[in-house]
Each structure stands twice: as structure tokens, then as C-alpha cells.
């Protein structure tokens, strides 16, 4: 079997290792792996944006069945011209990557669907978007619309901080994706993130996870693209992720479906349990970094077998994922200066990490005297451990380990786990 994976962050090499376990007899290509993957794969060098020449690539070379990681060839079609070619592909279409590619269309899905989500109102005009911030009261969250990397939503306490953000995005900060911003109160609650793979209408729900955004431990200071997370999360009861598919991934995937954009791939819902119940921060309509890396390592079916159904269209039938009953935490190191200007060509040194961790490559390279940072996050820990203290511990004791100059990570992914537990102790 002959699998594409598009895409070389830390998200794309946890797929390579879990799709790899699944099929050891597998060829695996990857586009321009980072320097983790670059021994674990053949790598083709055409860049993911690369839509028409990648998708000819994999037609010519007989391509079984192409992964798609990132969110931007998605959104830029690169599953559509996959299948225009014969090439079966996992990944939506530039149609239903919409959930994702544009926070006003899926803020305007949910509406239509009756799923739960922020209130919140669409502008383009600065002057017109002041206006309404200045009528709300408590705190907003301003976000671009289009895709930014993880980093497009600003949290403002105030409303001449909103207004600041709202002038900032339509003003250029991050670009053509600021072009429209979404301006939507503040929901208070915690955060559970929820891969749901799907076909269409039908779909199989994988182990929660809990992403960790924020930079600074106890999540202050600017967002990230994400700096840990674990898994399983001990709010997730099997009620409450009934209430998730009955209220929130059915009738969005249906809407999609209505729509003329049925879904097919990765849908991750981004949630808020807040008192009212789980409400969506975000849709994303790929896998999530890093909690794919925390997810996976816990999967001990074949994540292959429900690609190759969704992919197949031919439905997921009854094939019920199952996890082992472990815990799995990852630490997420980055470059000196990240989420900022950071560092890069700095040599990175990994020592001998222990059973049970799991080291996923992102922002690493292969220079003349070995591996060197070439990204802002550059490598992500993953520890599996019967227990999630000892999940975190073993995390933490190698992101300790491994050096490069400038390393920072958070000592303190899962803290509102932690703090559950001691208090179910007590």
C-alpha cells in the first residue's frame, strides 16, 4: 500500500508513526518531512500549496490513499483535485473546509443548525465594529475569520481593548484572514477538544483531549498554536459527549451535508462546557496540534481502517475506535522567542527519553553537523503512563532532557486535571 501524508509538523509525524504501526508493510511519502520524519518516510519535494502538481504526483505514482494534515491545502482544494484524479484521499473538500477557513460561515451553519455557540456579529468596517463592541458589556474575543495559523483570536477584557484588536485585524495583522472579523462575548467554562471522523452524516467519535494555548503556565499570556495537551480528560463524561453529538455533531454535519459540502475526514470540535452545557469555540476541519499527539499514542485500534472508510465513502459501519486505558500527556518545547520572532538553526540534542515517550517532530531540521530548530514549535513529548500523574511526570522529565538553546516549554500541561483530581481525593 502506497500512503501520502501532506503536511511535515508535529501533527503530520504522529500520523506517520500511528499509520505506520497499522501497516508496517506500507510505503510512506511525505512532503518535505521535518527532520524527525525524514528517516521514516521517502519525502517528495512539492510543496503542500502545490494543488494540481502534488495531485498529478500522486495519480502518476498510484497513490492508495492521500492524508491531509495542514488546513490550508485543504482549503485551497487540494482534497477536491485529489479525487478529480482518482487519488482516494482523507480530507475535506475546499467546500465543507469552510468549518474552518472562514469563522463567519461557520458562525452562520451553527445559527442555521441551532448549535450552540457565542453570540457574536460579523464586520469588516472598523468604525461599524467599535460601535457594536461599545454596546456589549463584559469581556469579547475578536477573531480573524480566515485561517492564522491557531494565533487569529485576541481575548479582550475591556472594550477599548476589543476595539484596539478589531482595528488591528481588519487593519493587516494577520493579513488576507483578517479581512473579516467575528466579534463574540466571552464564554466562561473549561476546554475540550473532540476528533470526530467522519462520512458525511455518519461519524465515530476519538478520545477527548484538552488543548493548552496560552504560552505562560496557568495559561497566561499570548496564544499559541498550542503547548501541550493530555488525554483522556475527566470532565468528558459518556453523557456529556452524547450531549456533543446530539447537539453539536449531527446537526452540524448534517448542515454541511444540506449544504451541498458533505463532510468527509477529520471534523475536531473545539468546545466550551460552560454551565449552560458545550457550547463550540471553533470548528477546525483537520486534526488538532498537539492533541493528535496525545490522542494517538492511546489508539489501540487502526486509525488506517477508518481513513480508508471515509475516505472510500462507502460509511464507517461499526467500527468503534478503542483506547488503552492509560493516560497520555504532551509537552510541547519551542524556539527561543515563540509565539513571537524566534530563533532558528540552534542544534538540538536528544538524549535516551524511556519507555513509554514518544518524541513528534515539528519545527526541527537536518543540518551539516545534525538536527537543528527550524521552527517556532519544535518538538512535542508525548508520555503514555498507566496514570495521568505519571503521564505528566515522564512528559515533563524529557522535555527537561532533550537541550537546545532558547527551549521553553509549560511544566504544567493538565493543571486543571490535576486540580480535579486532588479535589475528587479530598
Known sequence: MRILIVG??????????????????????????N???????????????????????????????AVIGPEGPLAAGLADRMAEGGVPVFGPTAAAARIESSKAFAKEL????????????????????????????????????????????????????????????????FGAAGRRIVIEEFMEGEELSVFCIADGEEYVTLLPSQDHKRVGEGDTGPNTGGMGAYAPVGLATAALLDEVGE????????????????????????????????????????????????????????????MIAAASGNGLGRQAPTFARAAAVTTVLAASGYPGPYRKGDPVEIPPLGEGVHLFHAGSATGPSGLVTSGGRVLAVSAVAPDFAKARSASVAAADAISFAGKHFRSDIGWREERRRRQIRQ
Request: aromatic share 4%; proline share 7%.
Open 110 to 173: 451553527m445559527a442555521g443548525a441551532d448549535v450552540p455557540t457565542a453570540a457574536c456579529e460579523v464586520h469588516t468596517d472598523p468604525d461599524r465594529a467599535a460601535a457594536y463592541i461599545e454596546a456589549q458589556s463584559g469581556p469579547l474575543v475578536v477573531k480573524a475569520s480566515g485561517l492564522a495559523a491557531g494565533k487569529g483570536a485576541i481575548v479582550c477584557d475591556t472594550r477599548s481593548q476589543a476595539a484596539q484588536a478589531a482595528r488591528e485585524i481588519l487593519g493587516g495583522a
Open 35 to 65: 527532520g524527525g520524519m525524514a528517516g521514516e518516510c521517502t519525502p517528495v519535494d512539492i510543496d503542500p500549496g502545490e494543488a494540481e502538481q502534488l495531485s498529478a504526483w500522486a495519480r502518476k505514482r498510484r497513490i492508495d490513499l
Open 8 to 33: 511535515s509538523g508535529g501533527r503530520e509525524h504522529a500520523l506517520l508513526w500511528k499509520l505506520r504501526r497499522d501497516a508496517p508493510e506500507a510505503t510512506f511519502h511525505v512532503t518535505r518531512p
Open 247 to 306: 447537539r453539536i455533531v449531527a446537526p452540524t454535519l448534517r448542515a454541511l451535508a444540506e449544504a451541498g459540502a458533505p463532510f468527509r475526514g477529520l471534523l475536531y470540535a473545539g468546545l466550551m462546557i460552560t454551565a449552560e452545557g458545550p457550547k463550540v469555540v471553533e470548528f477546525n476541519c483537520r486534526f488538532g496540534d498537539p492533541e493528535t499527539q496525545a490522542v494517538l499514542p492511546l489508539l489501540s485500534s487502526s486509525l488506517l481502517d477508518l
